[in-house]
């Protein structure tokens, strides 16, 4: 609640807890009012690094269910669930995994061709 004297909550809850943080307002007519203040939104992490997701905007859990699907997500392969970083790595792994098959297989045939001579 805080320095001011003159309030009183509006609720029957006491503890200062995060659910409860109020703000002194003064109202149109002159008065001073008590207004709670929402809990603040955390920004998703990106699930491989844990880093903070940028172009995701940082809502609590209800409010961002209503909020558009282009304030949710980045427009990219797995944008709004892993960071860029950790998606360029995975393209890059997937690659040279792709690469290695390929040179085995090629190493595999000039063995075959090798021993039939």
């Not at 320095?3 to 109202?27: E, G, M, P, Q, W």
């Not at 203040?37 to 809502?59: F, I, M, S, Y």
């Amino acid at each position: 609640m805080g320095k001011d004297s003159r309030l009183t909550f509006r609720r029957r809850h006491s503890y200062n807890t995060t659910s409860n943080v109020t703000r002194a307002i003064k109202t149109p007519g002159g008065k001073l009012a008590v207004q709670y203040t929402k809990k603040r939104g955390t920004v998703a992490k990106c699930g491989d690094c844990g880093n903070k997701l940028r172009g995701v905007k940082a809502l609590r859990p209800k409010s961002n269910i209503r909020v558009p699907k282009r304030n949710k997500r980045v427009s990219r392969a797995y944008g709004g669930a892993r960071c860029g970083t950790c998606v360029r790595q995975r393209i890059v792994r997937a690659f040279l995994i792709e690469e290695q098959k390929i040179v085995k297989r090629v190493l595999h045939d000039q063995q075959k061709k090798d021993k039939s001579k």
